[in-house]
């Protein structure tokens, strides 16, 4: 089992997370230009799965890096950068599903709803930009499919079981960054993880080759 | 092990994070029962596919389209002031010396257009901001956009399909999957504002997507 402690991150990442944070205190320019460039997928990514709308991620991430920026003379590097911003990131995805809710039922129109009509259409809808990738064709429209398909039933899930999903399986952290990122003890980290991966296995299961 | 709690302990035998003792009694289990073998390999074969994922990658607008965010903030501008040691003159002396470099860049440009190099810049620029006359226009872009299937976003900030923009707004940066142009260029001439819109549809970014950006022309 792998172990993490902020201690056994290799130094080289530290140092690199030390230099950029000093230099996003001292406001230089290009220090959030760095960041931006070092960080725009991860932060990206993770309000693309949250959310599952292409637009309103952009438009969180972008809401992620300015807070990011505005608030770094608060972040005291007790853990790493980009954990503190996929912290700041989950906070953000959870405030914004909270508001489209609110926004959806004013609509009278169930959010879940939506996304399964725009993730399921015909033809089907691309939320994950995959078909901009470079990929051999036949491969693509296979794991396109199967990526909108993922994306599609991870938004029918609970929020407490699709972000745990995505922080472990999707963007590979550890359980110790999992547990800083969302404030939860590891007990409660690991049977939440395994039960929203047993339903997400449930709903993929008519989706999937057999092994 | 029992049932129960051997459905329990699928992640952690797949993680490789089980204890030799309970993975044994596990694996003991897993031969006699059907169900948990069926589940463990449903399982296993979910995760792969999870992790068999290519990366996520944000659109190639993102960085520019964060700068201007950040600048209308005055998140960038203010830093940029203190990198060039502004911060540390008198704000009068910091005026009297953007009023310098204010006079003597004019005067270069009027040089450039003397020598009609001014031309030359404008033909290598990339494509110009259009400007429309007020915000009626940028409403009529907007609704047709996202008739199109495209998205709205009004001095950087995303705006919900169906919103009216209101006199603030001055600037609108659409993007339309390449296949709506022809529903979107109809729904604009619908609203009288075929003017605005390039008589050729932009060639599509690496995302796909079609960029176009307004702007409320100045008085207006």
Known sequence: METYHPGNVSDPIREADRLLVSALKRGEGPAFESLVRLHQHRVY??????????AEA???????????????????????????IYRITRNHCLNRLKFLRRRAHERQQPLEDTRQADLAGEPLADPVGAASRPQRPDRAAEGRELECRILAELAGMSEDHRELVILRDFEQLSYEEIQEITGLA????????????????????????DG | MEHDIAQLHLSELLEGSLAPGARAELEAHLADCQECRASLDLLRRTLEAVRGLPPVEAPPQFAPRLRRRAVQAGLLAARRRRRLGLGTLPFSSTMALVVVLAAV?????????????????????????????????????????WAAGGTVRSDGRLVPPGSALGGTSLELDLELPAAGWDA????????????????????????????????LRPGS
């Open chain 2, 105 to 145: 860049g004019a005067l270069l440009v009027l040089v450039l257009l003397m020598q009609r190099q001014i031309a030359l810049l404008v033909e290598q620029a990339p494509p110009a901001v259009v400007q429309v006359p007020g915000v009626g226009a940028l409403n009529t872009l907007a609704a047709a956009a």
């Open chain 2, 184 to 215: 979107f260029r109809r729904a604009v001439a619908a609203g009288g504002g075929a003017g605005h819109l390039p008589a050729a549809q932009p060639p599509a970014g690496p995302d796909g997507r079609v960029h176009l950006l307004f702007s």
């Open chain 1, 45 to 54: 990514g993770l309000c693309l799965r949250m959310l599952a709308d292409r």
């Open chain 1, 58 to 84: 952009e438009d969180l991430a972008q809401e992620v890096f300015i807070s990011v920026f505005k608030n770094i003379l608060t972040f005291r590097e007790e853990s790493l950068l980009s954990t503190w």
């Open chain 1, 186 to 209: 590891e007990g409660t980290v690991k049977s939440r993880l395994h039960r929203a991966r047993m339903e997400l296995a449930r709903r993929m299961a008519p989706h999937l080759k």
